[in-house]
């Protein structure tokens, strides 16, 4: 995200950032989008973003950080998907969204429902779709 972006953000979007889950794993297997979407969450209010590269290091985090509150997963990591982590959230009672470069549902393909943002998505998309992941955690719910 630009410097003029960050501050036009910043600006427009005070409300957006009172309301994002505090430590949200983010399951991304390009450094370069991990890198971004870090930024951006940061920049909106997120305590903490836990990265993984792939499905081990996302579980690992998921055994060893109990105050994880919301998930970010790419569906596709490489030779394998995200599946065994939402499988995982979905299990803790953890809410997450899904992002995805593929036309194909991800819900179709096995995966518990959840939203799914279209890659290359924006940095309004992005903070909207985890703000409705705090507003659900606050619910009980996804």
Known sequence: MSETE???YSAEN???IREVPQVILLVEDSA???MDTTDI???AGCALVLTAPDVETAL???ETESEITAGVLDVNLGATT???VAEALVERDIPFLLTTGYDDDPVESGYPAATVLMKPFGTQDLVDAV???ALSDKRGGV
């Open 60 to 62: 690992s985090h998921l």
């Open 6 to 8: 960050q501050k036009a």
């Open 82 to 84: 995200s599946l065994r």
């Open 14 to 16: 005070q409300e957006a």
């Open 41 to 43: 969450l940061e920049e």
């Open 32 to 34: 370069i989008i991990a």
């Open 131 to 133: 703000s409705s992941l």
